[in-house]
């Protein structure tokens, strides 16, 4: 079903069974693979391409303008989006051009992507995350609400980043030498924490919340304060019931259709 009252460009690809509902936008060089539903005012810049099976939400804009739009260039193109199958994008979210997302992609509401990401499958961005681009996320990864990435942030797969956390990427502001953040594999940083530039996480390591990490934080241990100290190994944690719960993959063994998840 395609709404009369839609705009579409006629370059425009359209595959089976895609329903696309009251004034969206549609540019030119767009493809929209089969089974996928489109919102009601969405816009969809050209050179987007959308995997089976999506959905996007109202108010949405997929293949946002780069800076170098608004110089006015007459050379300007817009670069390639992909966005992989089985996407569910909720309403307000906005993604830039020059970016790669994998399948099974989720975001909340409100949702602001910048250019030249990468995120893996399986991955899902949470209500209000803003990420500021240049950046690579793997597989599996959540962002709750409310996370801040800075330029250059590297999120291996499996890590968890909990609601109003700051990635930055700026030691000497505002001179714009960038230095990004490495977040490893299963690591998780709790609410509120702020990372400071050229941070490495290690892998199965704990942030506090509220912690202010200034160095760099090694495999499988806890870091928590301002700033932060470290304090134990992630082993030595125990829940309520005396039993050893992190690493945290070793210990949910039916977890949310994760690979390892039990038969």
């Known amino acids: 079903m395609i709404s009369k009252n839609a705009v579409i460009h006629e370059s425009v690809k359209i595959g089976k069974d895609v329903i696309i509902r009251d004034f969206a936008i549609i540019n030119e060089g767009v493809i929209i693979e089969s089974g996928v539903e489109i919102g009601e005012n969405v816009i969809i810049r050209s050179n987007v391409h959308i995997g089976t099976n999506s959905y996007i939400g109202s108010f949405s804009i997929l ?139 290690g892998k199965n390591a704990l942030v506090g919340a509220q912690a202010l990490v200034k160095k760099d934080v090694g495999e499988e241990r806890v870091v928590v304060g301002v700033p932060a100290k470290d304090i134990c190994s992630v082993r030595d944690l125990k829940n309520d019931k005396d039993e050893q719960i992190y690493p945290w993959k070793d210990y949910l063994k039916d977890f949310r259709g994760y690979p390892w998840q039990e038969k």
């Open 63 to 201: 293949g946002e303008h780069s800076a170098n739009y608004y110089s006015g260039s007459l050379n300007y193109v817009n670069a390639l989006l992909t966005i992989g199958e089985n996407a569910v994008i909720r309403s307000g979210t906005i993604i830039y051009n020059d970016s790669k997302i994998g399948c099974n992609f989720q975001t909340g509401h409100r949702v602001t992507i910048r250019e030249k990401t990468i995120i893996g499958d399986n991955s899902s961005i949470g209500t209000l995350c803003d990420l500021q681009g240049r950046l690579e996320i793997g597989n599996f990864v959540r962002l709750h609400s409310n996370v801040h990435l800075g330029q250059l942030s590297n999120i291996k797969d499996f890590v968890w980043i909990y609601p109003f956390v700051v990635l930055t990427n700026d030691p000497y502001p505002p001179m714009n030498q960038l230095v990004g953040v490495t977040v490893n594999e299963y690591a998780q940083i709790a609410t509120g924490s702020v990372i400071m530039p050229g941070v490495s996480i």
